[in-house]
């Protein structure tokens, strides 16, 4: 074994593009960071949390993996037989906005191309960056095993994750049903809690009359969103508030619809000193009014489709876009004399942090 050639003259300060690669490249070529099972050394073995292959490497990463690399020098130098397996994360989401993003510079979309077509466009999006991001940890100096590189959809982990789905179905440790996600109808696709970006955002809050059924009398509710309305099914108090005692068990015609939907205490959902004390609740709008909803056994209706527009559900509204529906329900309202008044409110809104729409909070099916 040889170590590569050394200058006899050494410069006067340190220039790594003409150490550092070459060193590299002997480490690696020597087989320094590969290891095989060996029953006479303690292992000690790590995954990388693998980069997304949307782009770049940034500083972020460059501290996290120093910090890898060097616990993983550490336990070398400690003897023991040390394992790091390095790979890449699809980001399916990420990618393809990226992907769409490029395409819309070509003055083309993912229609245009046809799914296969896509499809390759993705994968070629995912060899380059995902190459891109593997130099990059090499030029870190980073001591993975690069042998054993893997892809987050390399076929072994695909039929690994299916299987143990299926166990864990199996099992009982899953199970399907509908929940309240973040979800935003220009990506089409629901997003986690980190993935959504929100802003102060200037707006008001409507104050709406929702008439008893026995017509004897209103309870005004307050909404930022006026046209989830349409899919009320109650109106909940603070079974403590003396201003709505003896209101709980009666109904109210929901204004629009009407529909008759009752009226529920619940501690959880309303705060007293807010507003006028009852509160909407659209099950399927809103994660609040959701768990208040399966609290008081109360119907879901979606009334806002995933693609932003108004469903069927939304009567004489369905096919609007969901601002074109909120100006058009406040107009019905305020014609119908049931707008009590409009307050100017500042508020924090939710937005896609990829392609920065406005998100909606939909009923899906999880698992």
Request: aromatic residues 20%; glycine residues 16%; charged residues 35%.
């Given at each position: 074994m040889s170590a590569p050639p050394q200058s006899a003259e050494l410069p006067k300060g340190y220039e790594p593009h003409s150490?550092?690669?070459?060193?590299?490249?002997f480490w690696d070529r020597q087989g320094f960071f590969h290891a095989e099972p060996d029953p006479t050394r303690e292992s000690y073995c790590i995954t990388i949390p693998p980069p997304n292959v949307t782009g770049e490497l940034h500083m972020g990463h460059a501290l996290q993996h120093?910090?890898?690399d060097a616990i993983l020098?550490?336990?070398r130098m400690k003897g023991f037989n040390t394992l790091c397996v390095p790979g890449t994360d699809h980001a399916g989401i990420g990618t393809q906005r990226l992907v769409e993003r490029a395409l819309a510079s070509e003055g083309l979309n993912k229609y245009d191309l046809g799914r296969e077509k896509f499809l390759e466009r993705m994968w070629d999006w995912t060899e380059q960056y995902g190459g891109t991001i593997l130099k990059q940890l090499r030029t870190l100096g980073c001591t993975y095993d690069w042998r054993r590189t893997r892809f987050t959809l390399d076929?072994?982990?695909v039929k690994a994750v299916l299987q143990s789905f299926v166990d864990y179905y199996?099992?009982?440790?899953?199970?399907?049903?509908t929940r309240i996600t973040n979800w935003c109808p220009s990506c089409q696709t629901a997003l986690s809690d980190l993935e959504v970006e929100y802003e102060e955002v200037a707006g008001h809050l409507w104050h709406l009359r929702y008439p008893f059924t026995d017509g004897n009398g209103f309870v005004v509710v307050a909404t930022t969103r006026p046209e989830t309305?349409?899919?009320d099914t109650g109106v909940a108090i603070h079974p403590k508030d003396p201003?709505?005692?003896g209101e709980a068990g009666r109904t109210v015609t929901l204004p629009l619809m009407n529909r008759e939907i009752p009226v529920v205490a619940d501690g959880q959902l309303v705060d007293p000193e807010f507003g006028s004390g009852a509160v909407k609740i659209t099950p399927a709008h809103d994660p609040n009014d959701y768990e208040a909803g399966v609290r008081n056994d109360l119907e879901q209706i979606t009334v806002i489709g995933k693609d932003g527009a108004m469903t069927e559900n939304a009567g004489i509204y369905a096919g609007l876009d969901r601002y074109e529906a909120r100006k058009r329900v406040v107009a019905d309202l305020e014609a119908q004399g049931l707008l009590d008044h409009i307050d100017d409110y500042t508020h924090a809104v939710g937005h896609c942090e990829r392609c920065k729409t406005v998100i909606e909070p939909l009923l899906t099916e999880q698992w």
């Open positions: 150490v550092e690669g070459r060193w590299y490249e120093s910090i890898h020098r550490w336990k076929d072994g982990y199996d099992r009982g440790w899953i199970y399907r049903g309305m349409l899919g201003r709505h005692e």
